[in-house]
């Protein structure tokens, strides 16, 4: 079992920065992708940015030149850097790692952004 811990949310003010981090645990052998979602309510969970084995990084249009995705120097952690903060980034953002074909979830984080 695969257990994922999330922590940096919180409230910040529209052009601010938080960084969320994310570590797993349990039996973790190898590690295809990592990434960061996010959700708001009566909305379908969307894909924030995700970072393969090899390190390639994708993002959505939305964050794009905004948002950081990285992993740690333990290949468990992944971090995701969020500068420019806009009051539509206010979701909960949950951690996903993916070994082999199968996936787990993180419990959430929240990230409110005022005006």
């Known amino acids: 079992q695969v257990h994922l811990v999330e922590s940096g949310g919180g409230l910040v003010q529209a052009g601010g920065s938080l960084r969320l981090s994310c570590a797993a645990s349990?039996?973790?052998?190898?590690?295809?992708?990592l990434a960061w979602y996010r959700q708001v309510p009566d909305k379908e969970r969307e894909l924030v940015a995700d970072?393969?084995?090899?390190?390639?990084?994708k993002y959505a249009d939305s964050v794009k030149g905004r948002f950081t995705i990285s992993r740690g120097n333990a290949k468990n952690t992944v971090f995701l850097q969020m500068d420019s903060l806009k009051p539509e980034d206010t979701a909960v953002y949950y951690c996903?790692?993916?070994?082999?074909?199968?996936?787990?979830w993180g419990q959430g984080t929240q990230v409110t952004v005022s005006s």
């Open positions: 996903y790692l993916q070994v082999g074909s199968v996936g787990f």
């Open positions: 349990g039996s973790i052998f190898s590690i295809n992708v």
């Open positions: 970072i393969t084995r090899g390190g390639t990084t």
